[in-house]
Nanobody
Framework: VQLQASGGGLVQSGGSLRLSCVASGSRMHGMGWFRQAPGKQRELVAAITSGDTTDYADSVKGRFTISRDNAKNAMYLQMNSLKPEDTAVYYC???????????????WGRGTQVTVSS
């Protein structure tokens, strides 16, 4: 399985971005988005199962929405009301485990930079 992430960019505070992650190969049960800001550990942002069970970090609840298209083997992250503290490199991850196990597990895509200016 390989993951290709896209959709990052520069946006002003309060703006929106939509990240996409397309998987090639077998469909995996859990998929999610992690992010890593400079000097900080990688953290889970949002995750979703093939049955649409979701999980969100408290810091993004009500602002971010994760979704999945199993037919396209793709996952999306709609990010609204973005804040400067959302600035990070965002990585997509896929794992046949739930909850997602994190940095040493599953398959990882290359990161996409999200920068939110104040």
């Amino acid at each position: 399985v390989q993951l290709q992430a896209s959709g990052g960019g520069l946006v002003q505070s309060g703006g929106s971005l939509r990240l996409s992650c397309v998987a090639s190969g077998s469909r995996m049960h859990g998929m999610g988005w992690f992010r890593q800001a400079p000097g900080k550990q990688r953290e889970l942002v949002a995750a979703i199962t093939s049955g649409d069970t979701t999980d969100y970090a408290d810091s993004v609840k009500g602002r971010f929405t994760i979704s999945r298209d199993n037919a396209k083997n793709a996952m999306y992250l709609q990010m609204n009301s973005l804040k400067p503290e959302d600035t990070a490199v965002y990585y997509c991850n896929a794992d046949n485990w739930w909850p997602l196990r994190g940095i040493n597990f599953g398959v990882w895509g290359r990161g996409t930079q999200v920068t939110v200016s104040s």
